[in-house]
């Protein structure tokens, strides 16, 4: 009994450390690009030993990749009861943009952490793999929302469209200057809006043509 409640403690005491480290990098990554990020920033942002991380992480990428599939799989379940709670008529295009453009908001740092390491990390197989995995999920959940509303066209292509489009939003207009906070959010939403539009057209379109 005293030994399954040891292991249990050992098992807690791990996962906390190992959740201070990944708040630790999670900060230290969404601040800087990836190739410019240490290991010794991150075991000293989280007030621990540089020694310590490779504990429980053998490389920077491998501490990177962890993050990434925590947060995006975030975003995954919040986007997949989005989908599973609303009624057939409530599922909307400008509800899946919403919910993007809100949740990246609020979650910077995980942002940033995605653009920057895509821009200049320097992935070996392994993290590809596991990254294009929710990366795919994500698209999955995008597929379903243009099948669900009836287009006919390659709803792959739509949910790769719409994710690059909402990804050049972020990209371009969260830091846009000269703007408060939520008049970049307001400008931000209007282009969404506009995104969705074209999408509508599309599926117009497809019904003229069927027609």
């Given amino acids: 009994m005293k030994k399954d409640t040891l292991s249990r403690l050992k098992a807690k005491e791990r996962e906390i450390r190992q959740d201070l480290i990944i708040e630790a990098a999670r900060t230290v990554f969404g601040e800087k690009t990836y190739d410019k990020a240490s290991m010794v920033e991150i075991a000293r942002k989280a007030g621990i030993s540089k020694s310590s991380i490779y504990t429980y992480f053998t490389n920077q990428e491998e501490l990177y990749v962890e993050i990434t599939l925590r947060d995006t799989r975030n975003f995954i379940n919040a986007l997949d009861r989005h989908i599973k709670n609303a009624t ?23 942002w940033r952490m995605t653009t920057h390491f895509a821009l200049h990390g320097n992935r070996g197989k392994s993290a590809v793999e596991k990254l294009d995995n929710v990366a795919r999920q994500v698209m999955d959940l995008f597929q379903k929302v ?23 939003i972020l990209i371009a207009f969260r830091n846009y200057p000269g703007r408060s906070d939520a008049q970049r959010q307001q400008h931000m939403k209007r282009i969404g809006n506009m995104v969705e539009t074209l999408f509508m057209a599309l599926a117009e379109q497809e019904n003229r043509e069927e027609a």
Avoid: N, W
């Fill in 88 to 110: 057939p008529g409530e599922i909307t295009i400008r509800g899946v943009i919403d919910l993007f453009l809100d949740y990246y908001l609020v979650h910077e740092a995980q």
């Fill in 146 to 168: 243009f099948k669900q509303l009836g287009f006919k066209a390659d709803t792959r292509l739509l949910a790769h469209t719409l994710f690059s489009s909402l990804s050049g």
